[in-house]
């Protein structure tokens, strides 16, 4: 019995952590503080062109906000489809910046490793970031065998005969091309980075905790 209660107190640090990490983020967002003021009334479910492809659709992640619910949103597949096509921002009848909360849900769930089970596209994105700041560029090569290795590495081998047609014909490059002032790009990405990370003002609390 002492066991599932200490268990479920450590759920709720986490729980509340995560809210308050999170309410942080939103209140760096320019108008973030509206999020307080949804409706519930489905337009940017309604204007999102991928939402038949999520699991949670962009009002139950306002909604579950609300409810406490961190976990589960970081664990859906809906932060990581989203289009960024920012139509659930244009036509929200309260300003809601939807597109701006699901990125700053991204960053979160990046941030404490909670993904989508069988649902790799965070992989994705980590090897591009990667590449990029690496190499100052995307390196289609690269971007596939880093994917590959950090979700199924036994399907490499079994891609090869592809990678050396594609090689063959001119189609793909085994060596990665630079860029021009490469330190440049990654002093600037950097100093993104950090200024992701300061809180400019103290936020208000949680709504309701």
């Known amino acids: 019995m002492a066991d599932i209660m200490a268990g479920s107190q450590a759920k709720d640090r986490k729980t509340k952590e ?3 990490t999170f309410w942080l983020q939103v209140s760096n967002i320019p108008g973030g503080q509206k999020i307080k003021r949804c409706l519930q009334c489905g337009t940017c479910t309604g204007s999102c062109p991928v939402s038949p492809t999520m699991d949670i659709m962009p009002r139950e992640v306002i909604a579950l906000f609300r409810a406490g619910d961190m976990e589960s949103i970081l664990k859906s597949r809906t932060i990581w489809i989203c289009a960024s096509c920012y139509a659930c921002t244009v036509r929200c009848p309260v300003g809601i910046k939807v597109t701006d909360i699901l990125y700053a849900l991204k960053r979160l769930a990046m941030e404490n490793n909670l993904f989508p089970a069988r649902f790799p596209v965070h992989a994705l994105s980590r090897s591009f970031v990667s590449l990029v700041n690496f190499f100052g560029r995307s390196y289609e090569p690269g971007l596939l065998i880093l994917f590959y290795l950090r979700t199924k590495p036994a399907r490499l081998l079994g891609l090869l005969p592809l990678a050396w047609k594609l090689w063959r014909h001119g189609r793909i490059s085994f060596l990665p091309r630079g860029i021009k002032r490469k330190k440049d790009l990654q002093a600037l990405l950097k100093e993104a ?9 103290e936020p208000e609390p949680v709504p309701g905790h």
């Not at 980075?193 to 003002?201: D, F, K, T, Y």
């Open 18 to 20: 995560l809210l308050r």
């Open 193 to 201: 980075e950090i200024m992701e990370m300061i809180i400019p003002w």
